[in-house]
DNA sequence: AGGAATTCGTGAACAGCGTTCAATAGCTTT
DNA sequence: AAAGCTATTGAACGCTGTTCACGAATTCCT
């Protein structure tokens, strides 16, 4: 019987894990403490370092959850709608919705960090490619005439507009939008930037 | 002489400033320490308490200016050009300059977040006003139809968007646009911007 | 000018943090 | 059933921001 070990070994991490992003959904990254975790998942301090190599590496996987639901969320949402500019609103829509309703763990995705030097594992920069793939196609019938390196750098961009916009917002950084006009403005700038696409052709 | 008094208080504040502005361009946000900044200042570790309530109000005093410096940038990348497109970009160009050219300290000036609870104070909250106000006056020949307050709105809206590119291309966050098109993907999201300004008209 | 009063700078001490590690307990295999 | 290996434990470590009693410096008052 190896699975048994293998069996509580992937328990106690499921089990950190969830406490870890209980917890950042209830005060924040910022308020994300070993001990607390450690506590709330029934296991030693100790055990953190067995299951996890790190505080930060159990952070990213608690991103890499939030991005999976974020994900099916946008995807769920580009899904019926019929012109491009209509999947558009309805994918900024959608993200700006996913992240008021979860904004702790959301603001978490973008706040954290890891101490310069490290890198980024794989698994976890695959959680986020999702993203920009969902712009994608809306974007190519908005602009047929880029090409697929030039549609990629695009839709980054198009998504870091919005995100910022809400970012801002979300955080309260006073320059941000109010949070009772957040939907308007992202609309408003999403319609501004699939309009000027159109004429623009930049 | 209570001058004396009050110049060497100054004094000292603006060493730890100064030191503390320092350690931020040079490490990061993350690498600053009162130990290493009151080293640099020359004062004993306990002198940062009373010269500056907080860590994090030494933070927002190094925000403030970086802040000014920025808005110093701003306002005269504006004043040459003529028209309100001309102008948006570049102002686009001169944030996006500024942010690539005092990396760190960009950072830091959105990375920084006080603990829950704590309110931003009011004098530093004036310093991030010109972000927004430089872009009103081309916006308003952009969009003439709009009133003071919905201008404003569309304002922190038109720069949340710029700096949203900017932020997730500068912190490497990998769905970033590459720092090599950095500067390429804001003009062309200003100028998708401002056509689309003239255009939808919402 | 000089003593009293007030303020300021000092650095050891404190509480809290992430992380480590020798010891212990528990499972797996022979 | 015993040996061997791995996981768990929690005390201990080093580093953090912050405090505070003490001594030095400066200002005020007469």
Redesign the interface.
Known sequence: MKNNREEKRADLRNRLIAAAERQIAE??L??LKARDITAEAGCALGALYNAVEDLDMLVLHVNSRTLTRLGKTLLSAAEPADTADDTMQALAAAYVGFACENRRLWIAL??H?L??GRE?PDWH?RD??V??EVIIPPLRQLRPDLDKTALT??A??????????V???L?G??????LD?LRD?????V???????Q??R?
Chains 1, 2 share one sequence.
């Open positions: 005060k924040g910022a308020g973008f706040e960090r101490p310069e980024i920069k986020h490619a993203l920009i750098l695009r980054r961009t198009t998504f870091a507009a919005v995100h910022g916009v970012q801002l917002a955080q950084k006073f320059v941000g939008v109010p006009h403005e992202v609309a408003a700038l319609l501004s930037m699939t309009r000027g696409a004429v623009a930049t």
